[in-house]
């Protein structure tokens, strides 16, 4: 069974950074893509960035493009969200999400419980 945990979390001020953290068990994840995901209060699931399989191909949604960064490790079974100059507008609950083959916005079926980020300005 395929288990995903975020970490790195937490409440920073407007224009800091944080690096969230998913490591994944159950398999390795060498040909699983991998997506970040968030929901914020009041608001629908939304895509954030992804990687396929690969690790040679991300996207992004605009409203964090240029501002965070999406790597995998194989190595160490780790995905990673690198944030920088966060906004009030990013605080949310952010999910990360895989699937086996997948390309940089997959139909991703596994998922993480999740971790807050929250921005004060």
């Known amino acids: 069974q395929v288990h995903l945990v975020e970490s790195g979390g937490g409440s920073v001020q407007a224009g800091e950074s944080l690096t969230l953290s998913c490591v994944v068990s159950?398999?390795?994840?060498?040909?699983?893509?991998l997506g970040w995901f968030r929901r914020a209060p009041g608001k629908e699931r939304e895509f954030v960035a992804g990687?396929?399989?690969?690790?040679?191909?991300?996207e992004y949604a605009d409203s964090v493009k240029d501002r965070f960064t999406i790597s995998s490790e194989n190595g160490e079974n780790t995905a990673s969200l690198q944030m920088k100059d966060l906004k009030p507008d990013d605080t949310a609950i952010y999910y990360c999400?895989?699937?086996?083959?997948?390309?940089?916005?997959?139909?991703?079926?596994?998922w993480g419980q999740g971790t807050q980020v929250t921005v004060s300005s």
């Open positions: 990687i396929n399989w690969q690790g040679d191909k991300t």
């Open positions: 159950g398999r390795p994840i060498g040909n699983y893509g």
């Open positions: 999400a895989g699937q086996p083959w997948a390309g940089p916005r997959g139909n991703y079926y596994d």
